[in-house]
C-alpha cells in the first residue's frame, strides 16, 4: 500500500503540540580582556572619611663626603605630597516589572549582577589607561575613540624615541626589538626600579611580537611550558618585562580620522595609584509607583599619576 503526503504526520502538522524549550543559560557577549587595576599601586580607602588621599612624594637624598674634623651635611627635607581627588563615583542600575520578574527565569537576574560588576570594573580599566595621555585634555567614555592631540608627546614603537605626531595619518608604527630596548633603556635612565614594570599592548602588536625571531624563537626563548610563544601562542615577557594584552588600550584618532592607530604602554606598579572609597555594592529597592524593583551597583574611587617617569605611552597602527 502506498502512502501520501497527507498520510503523515510531520513537524508542521504536529507544530501545536511541540513545546518550546528555553534554556535556564544566559549566553552573554564577549567580554574585554581588563589588565590595569592588578598593574598599578591600589589603595583601600573602604570606609573611611575624606574626598582627597595625600601621598607623601620624598625626594631622595645623596651621600655627601666625610672631611675629617668637619661636621656632616644633612640632606634637605623638602618633600612634597601627591593629592589624589575621589571624585569618580559609577554606577549601574536596572529596572525590572513585576510582570517580568514573576515569568522570567532566575539566570537572568544573576547575569545583571555580573555584567554590572563588569561594567564598573570596566569603567576602572579605562580610568587606569586614561592616565597614560600626555596631553590630557577631554574626557572619554569607556571605548570611545581619543583625539591623537592627546598622545601628542608619546613616543611610537618602532624605535621608542621619536615623537608621535598625530598630524595628517599619524606616525604610528609597531614595536621592534629596537624600540623596545628604547623604551626600557629610557625607564632605566630615569633610575625607575626595573622590577614591577609591565608592557600592556593592544592584540595587534601581540600579533606583531609573535613575528619577531627573537622573542619565539627556540633560540633565544627555550623549549619548555611558557617559554615557547609558537606552540603557545603567550608573549610571556620582553626583556625580564611581563607583556600584558589589553583589548582596551585606547583607539587613537589621527588629523585625518582614520581611528587605524592604538595606545600602548610601559609602566611601573608606582607611576598609577587607584584609590577605592567604597567597592562594588549591590542594592535592591522596591519602587511601588511603578511596580518594579531597581536594582543598582556602584562604586567610589579615584585615580592618580604619582610618577610620571614612570610611565611611557607609545602609539602603533591598529
Known amino acids: 500500500m502506498a502512502f501520501t503526503t497527507g498520510d503523515f504526520i510531520a513537524t508542521p502538522e504536529a507544530a501545536n503540540f511541540i513545546p518550546e524549550l528555553w534554556s535556564n543559560e544566559v549566553l552573554a557577549a564577549y567580554k574585554e580582556n581588563l589588565v590595569m587595576e592588578q598593574l598599578v599601586r591600589m589603595m583601600n580607602h573602604v570606609g573611611k572619611k575624606g574626598d582627597t588621599v595625600h601621598i607623601p612624594k620624598p625626594n631622595r637624598g645623596k651621600a655627601h663626603l666625610k672631611v675629617e674634623e668637619t661636621q656632616v651635611t644633612p640632606n634637605a627635607t623638602s618633600h612634597s605630597t601627591v593629592p589624589v581627588v ?3 563615583h559609577y554606577e549601574y542600575s536596572t529596572l525590572i516589572e513585576d510582570f517580568a520578574e ?7 537576574r544573576k547575569f545583571l549582577t555580573d555584567d554590572a560588576g563588569y561594567a564598573l570594573a570596566k569603567q576602572v580599566d579605562w580610568d587606569l589607561h586614561m592616565l597614560g595621555r600626555t596631553n590630557p585634555s577631554g574626557s572619554y567614555d569607556p571605548g570611545a575613540v ?8 608619546a613616543v611610537i614603537g618602532s624605535d621608542g624615541t621619536t ?11 609597531s614595536l621592534t626589538d629596537a624600540g ?12 625607575v626600579p626595573v622590577s614591577d614594570r609591565a608592557f600592556v599592548i593592544p592584540p595587534v602588536e601581540k600579533e606583531a611580537l609573535l613575528g619577531v625571531a627573537r ?11 611558557a617559554g615557547n610563544s609558537i606552540r603557545n601562542g603567550l608573549v610571556g615577557n620582553l626583556y625580564g618585562t611581563p607583556v600584558y594584552v589589553s583589548t582596551h588600550c585606547p583607539v587613537v584618532d589621527d588629523a585625518n580620522g582614520d581611528e587605524d592607530q592604538r595606545a600602548g604602554l610601559l609602566l611601573h606598579k608606582d607611576a598609577l595609584v587607584l584609590v577605592r572609597q567604597m567597592a562594588v555594592r549591590s542594592q535592591a529597592q522596591y519602587k511601588q509607583e511603578y511596580l518594579a524593583w531597581l536594582y543598582t551597583s556602584d562604586m567610589v574611587y579615584g585615580t592618580k599619576t604619582l610618577r610620571a617617569e614612570g610611565v611611557i605611552p607609545f602609539v602603533v597602527p591598529a
Open 86 to 88: 575621589i571624585d569618580k
Open 102 to 108: 514573576l515569568q522570567m527565569l532566575p539566570s537572568l
Open 146 to 153: 581619543v583625539d591623537g592631540s592627546e598622545y601628542a608627546s
Open 163 to 173: 615623537v608621535y605626531d598625530p598630524s595628517t595619518t599619524g606616525n604610528a608604527a
Open 180 to 191: 623596545i630596548r628604547r623604551l626600557i633603556r629610557t625607564m632605566d635612565d630615569a633610575n
Open 215 to 225: 622573542f619565539t624563537e627556540q633560540a633565544f626563548t627555550g623549549e619548555e611550558g
